[in-house]
């Protein structure tokens, strides 16, 4: 015995009322196994102070040594995603869709004056250079598919093969003749000129981008009635690299209509001819699209002065003739695909 009298419900470890404070606290096995205490040595509490202190911990794992290698995990997944972008990016380029607008010249040919094609005759054609010529897409005939220096045989006739369907979708598709857009036309361009000819179409305007004829054959129901004859059709497409990754397809063709007045007794044999440039690169020609970068048109019988963005303007001969004194320069619109200027006059009768 210490000589220490002890009551009988234990020492008083409380306060002056004899309560443990302590004793309402339940400490449970899992809070202790967490306190995971250190005593420092003598060399720390020399060093960083007398106090204790306790590691924290994730898992068990020291947070310090935890951060460590999280911040090597994102090093090591930055640079992995750098050198899988920098692998693909350079072996597999996005294709560019996207092109500049194209050029577009347009002539009108005045017919000679007095001049009077008589009755509508059984074949519009006969008596004309176009008399003999093939009937519609028959007529584009294409040079021999050979590769170039950078495009093979192949991708030298796919190229040649998008120009024809183009043509044909855009001068001889007869709902388009009749005054349709040419639905079929637009996907085979590249993205630019897709909305150039769009916006030409919703917005016709005289100039060189926005004039729709600059693109397609067309005629304004309203005013002419395109006969059920077949189109007579004359030219070629030829294809040559201009430069590294740019094959370029040259489009020169002569379109014959035969065309009426709605109600009326007149009719002619409308003449237009174009002469395009068409571009095509590896990627685009693998995409089935075209660039036009210039295209040249002319069209006779047609007033020079007539509004002719929208649509073709045949001259019948019953038209009175309000031009102002056309150029000397006479024109063969079946032969030559161009004039000084805007406006010629017809070497002959159409």
Avoid: K
């Avoid at 020291?62 to 911040?71: D, E, F, I, K, N």
């Amino acid at each position: 015995m210490s000589g220490r009298d002890v009551p009988p419900e234990g020492p008083n470890r409380g306060g002056p009322d004899g309560e443990d404070e302590f004793g309402a606290v339940v400490f449970d096995a899992a809070f202790v196994r967490a306190a995971d205490l250190h005593e420092p040595s003598a060399r720390e509490r020399l060093h960083g102070g007398q106090e204790p202190h306790r590691l924290r911990r994730v898992l068990g794992i020291p947070l310090r040594s935890l951060r460590g290698a999280l911040a090597a995990t994102i090093v090591l997944a930055v640079l992995a995603a750098a050198g899988y972008l920098g692998a693909h990016g350079a072996s597999a380029p996005r294709p560019n869709t996207d092109s500049g607008a194209a050029v577009l010249q347009r002539v009108s040919l005045a017919p000679p004056v007095g001049w009077a094609p008589g009755p509508l005759p059984a074949d519009p054609m006969a008596g004309s250079p176009a008399a003999t010529w093939a009937q519609g897409a028959a007529g584009i005939s294409t040079a021999e598919h050979r590769a170039t220096a950078h495009f093979t045989a192949d991708q030298v006739g796919q190229a040649l093969d998008l120009v024809r369907e183009f043509l044909v979708d855009t001068q001889l598709d007869p709902a388009v003749l009749r005054g349709a857009r040419p639905w079929s036309a637009l996907p085979l361009l590249r993205r630019g000129q897709r909305d150039q000819l769009g916006a030409a179409l919703a917005d016709p305007r005289d100039d060189d981008r926005s004039a729709p004829t600059g693109w397609v054959t067309r005629f304004d129901p309203e005013a002419v009635r395109v006969l059920d004859v077949p189109a007579r059709v004359a030219g070629t497409l030829a294809a040559s690299e201009l430069a590294r990754d740019d094959l370029v397809v040259a489009a020169d063709v002569v379109f014959v209509y035969a065309v009426g007045q709605p109600g009326g007794p007149g009719w002619t044999r409308f003449t237009v001819h174009r002469v395009w440039d068409f571009h095509v690169d590896a990627d685009a020609l693998h995409a089935g699209l075209l660039q036009v970068r210039r295209a040249l048109t002319t069209a006779a019988p047609q007033r020079c002065a007539s509004d002719t963005a929208a649509w073709f303007r045949p001259v019948f001969a019953a038209d009175p003739q309000t031009d102002a004194p056309l150029p000397d320069e006479r024109v063969d619109p079946y032969g030559s695909a161009a004039a000084a200027g805007t406006c010629g006059r017809l070497a002959s009768p159409p």
